[in-house]
């Protein structure tokens, strides 16, 4: 990422001056003032979310499941080996929600992507500072997530603390390549298609709700490719206090190809799309 | 050493969309302090036009310098002082309409203190001052075309982009838009701008170029291109529809320096309107209806095309 030299223009204005990441902040600044109008909606959901599922599942659910036995589930109690897959879950929800619907919305109906490319901002500015944004919504979600978990006495080690990078590196493998995808579209018809037969069956079948022992034999490696079989591993590993160094190194370099993979190809994309 | 006074050139600009050429190889020069026009109906080419110089949209082929940079190595920099009113209102509804100003000063990293305050002035500027806190959604079309433009000046910029800045506003609003440019214009700010709107063009322009068909049909101030392509005045006939082709014909014996039969209309142009109307009468035809009118963009459009412009 390089920064155009910028002569001085007074007190005018500033082109990029700084860090690649310093024009991507002020796009951050543009997410971050929409968001004061609905941040306290959003923190309802953020915590009603992991209370909803931790109560029907770990608890109602896992009641039933712990009385025939958990030696299946390394022997912890189903409230414990589901918690922290599905915060890994929940963020992937936050990262697929963040980059699709604001992005068509930003592209298509407001246009605030287009006012934004008329200022110093480049395309790929435009996406970084929205990815800034994506990362705190990531973290907030996250360390809700864990605070309501450790209510529930679904903690089982300090690694825990780390399920909250875990939750914004899960997110970001998301967000990254559905977003430079997403700003290609012109219409909004393939999200639905995306949650439906994306998202959910990740949901339901990465590991999440069972062991990936359940599964038959040939569906086991389409779980291991699936970023959010990484998180939910990683996450599951440091919660229950057993992360080791090479998992915890194959998961997340995993993640981070992925992440990384997007943001190259929304440079591209948002290029394409917002200088025509 | 490049003038410093020519804020724009471009030689030979191309602009194409796969087969399609959008601006077909156009030269101009935009100086500091003018108000230059880009004339034409849709398609003509003038919004491609502004989104190369607007530093969004590279060029195909050509050469084109602002302010004596590159618009694809430079376009931060070059955007940094540009202000841009686009075609379509780009303002966040769901902010109020200071809010909007101010984040959109946050884009050229200006301090908050100067937002503030550069925002007091340019909604007074505006004639917003009153609405300052009111979300920017239930505002008029001519209130949000006012902000944008607000917007557009907050970062002081060097020159002025506006495409197309009355479209779709009615009268009333159209004026107090005209009214605040032309402060502008006389604050010393550079504007470029499009329009398919005659009046507006003879209204804000001191020079102009026609183009149709992503090319130039001709160039100059107003008053120039009236004066080289068409007549002092014109006379507007109109006759019963059974009449209308009937009196066409006739009428090419009238002495006109040209003739243009329109669908309702039949334009005579002439050196003096009433002198021709005697003619007209002296030929045995009798309109329904007259007028006697001076030349307008509208004709010298209609000479150089054989259209018009705003069909």
């Known amino acids: 990422m390089t920064s155009v030299a910028t002569p001085a223009t007074g007190a005018r204005s ?123 919504r990531l973290v907030m979600n996250s360390t809700v997530f864990l605070i309501v978990m450790s209510a529930f006495g679904a903690v ?39 949650f439906r037969f994306g998202m959910i069956p990740l949901f339901l079948f990465s590991g999440t709700f069972f062991p990936l022992s359940q599964l038959p034999g040939w ?31 194959v998961h997340v370099g995993y993640l981070a190809a992925i992440a990384l993979a997007g943001i190259l190809a929304g440079n591209l994309t948002y290029r394409r799309r917002l200088y025509v | ?72 190595a430079d376009g931060s920099t070059i955007r940094a002082r540009l202000g841009v009113v686009p075609q379509e209102d780009t303002l966040d509804v769901e902010l109020t309409v200071r809010e909007n100003l101010l984040v959109y000063g946050r884009y050229f990293g200006l301090p908050r203190s100067l937002i503030r305050e550069r925002a007091d002035q340019l909604l007074d500027f505006v004639q917003l001052s009153d609405r300052a806190d009111d979300k920017v959604e239930p505002l008029s079309g001519g209130m949000k075309r006012r902000l944008t433009i607000a917007r557009s000046l907050v970062n002081n910029p060097d020159i002025l982009l506006l495409d197309e800045p009355t479209t779709g506003l009615d009268p009333q609003a159209r004026h107090v838009v005209w009214d605040r440019l032309y402060r502008l214009k006389q604050r010393g700010v550079t504007l470029v701008l499009t329009t398919h709107y005659m009046d507006e063009a003879e209204q804000l322009c001191d020079r102009l170029v026609v ?19 068409s007549t002092p005045e014109v006379l507007e006939l109109r006759f019963d529809i059974a009449e209308h082709e009937q009196a066409a014909e006739k009428l090419a014996d009238v002495p006109v320096e040209r003739i243009e039969v329109l669908a309702d209309r039949i334009l005579l142009y002439v050196p003096d309107g009433d002198t021709a109307l005697a003619a007209v009468r002296g030929h045995g035809l009798e309109p329904r209806t007259s007028l006697v009118r001076r030349s307008s963009l509208e004709d010298v459009f209609l000479r150089l095309t054989g259209r018009r412009l705003e069909d």
């Open chain 1, 14 to 136: 500033s082109g990029p001056a700084h860090g690649w990441w310093a024009l991507g902040l002020r796009e951050f600044w543009f997410w971050l003032t929409n968001y004061r109008r609905t941040w306290r909606g959003s923190i309802y959901s953020s915590v009603l979310n992991p209370v909803l599922y931790l109560g029907a599942m770990g608890l109602g659910l896992g009641t039933l499941v712990d009385q025939r036995g958990t030696a299946a589930l390394g022997g912890v109690s189903y409230l414990a080996f589901i918690a922290p897959g599905l915060l890994a879950a929940a963020a992937m929800e936050t990262g697929l929600s963040e980059s699709t619907y604001p992005v068509m919305g930003s592209v298509k109906w407001r246009k605030t992507f287009y006012a934004a490319a008329a200022t110093p901002l480049r395309p790929a500015d435009i996406f970084h500072g929205h990815l800034m944004f994506t990362t705190m």
């Open chain 1, 156 to 194: 089982r080690s300090p690694w825990a603390a780390a399920t909250i990078p875990v939750g914004v590196l899960t997110g970001l493998a998301f967000a990254t390549p559905v977003e430079a995808w997403a700003i290609t579209l012109s219409k909004e018809t393939m999200f639905a298609v995306l």
């Open chain 1, 219 to 249: 569906a086991r490696p389409i779980a291991y490719v699936t970023p959010l079989w990484h998180g939910v591993a990683l996450a599951r590993s440091l919660s229950l206090g057993h992360p080791t160094l090479a998992g915890t190194a």
């Open chain 2, 1 to 72: 050493m490049p003038d410093p006074d020519i804020l724009i050139s471009a030689h030979g600009l191309i602009k194409k969309f796969g087969e399609f050429t959008a601006v077909a190889g156009i030269d101009f020069e935009i100086w500091r302090g003018e108000a230059f026009g880009f004339l034409g109906p849709n398609g003509a080419g003038k919004s491609s036009t502004m989104r190369m110089v607007g530093c969004v949209s590279p060029p195909t082929a050509g050469e084109l310098s602002i302010l004596g940079l590159d618009p694809v």
């Open chain 2, 211 to 229: 183009m149709d068909g992503g090319r130039f049909a001709a160039e100059g101030s107003p008053r120039e291109l009236i004066e080289r392509y």
